[in-house]
Nanobody, 122 residues
């Protein structure tokens, strides 16, 4: 069964850090761009960051630029999202998704993970 599995979420104080992981099983990520999305209660799902299949290109939402870093290790079939200087407004369920490019529309993605909760609170 082909799937993505996120891990690394949790409760952290404002200013703290977390590293999320997105591991693929049943297929190789080598040909896929990976996007991290997040969805806060009562809000639409939004794109946070995307990395190309080779890792040579990345992009970030303005709200996380300078604080979040996306990376990938294709040998481990895993993509990471390092989140620093976390703010309460970063609280959301974080999802990773795979597609042949970094697309805006969620319907263009082939695989989705189940999500991992990130809560930033004192």
């Amino acid at each position: 069964q082909s799937q993505l599995v996120e891990s690394g979420g949790g409760l952290v104080q404002p200013g703290g850090s977390l590293r999320l992981s997105c591991a693929a099983s049943g297929f190789t990520l080598d040909y896929y761009a990976i996007t991290w999305f997040r969805q806060a209660p009562g809000k639409e799902r939004e794109g946070v960051s995307c990395i190309s299949h080779s890792g040579g290109s990345t992009n970030y939402a303005d709200s996380v630029k300078g604080r979040f870093t996306i990376s990938r290790d294709n040998a481990k079939n895993t993509v990471y999202l390092q989140m620093n200087s976390l703010k309460p407004e970063d609280t959301a369920i974080y999802y990773c998704a795979a597609a042949l490019g970094c697309y805006y529309y969620t319907g263009d993605y082939d695989y989705w993970g189940q999500g991992t909760q990130v809560t930033v609170s004192s």
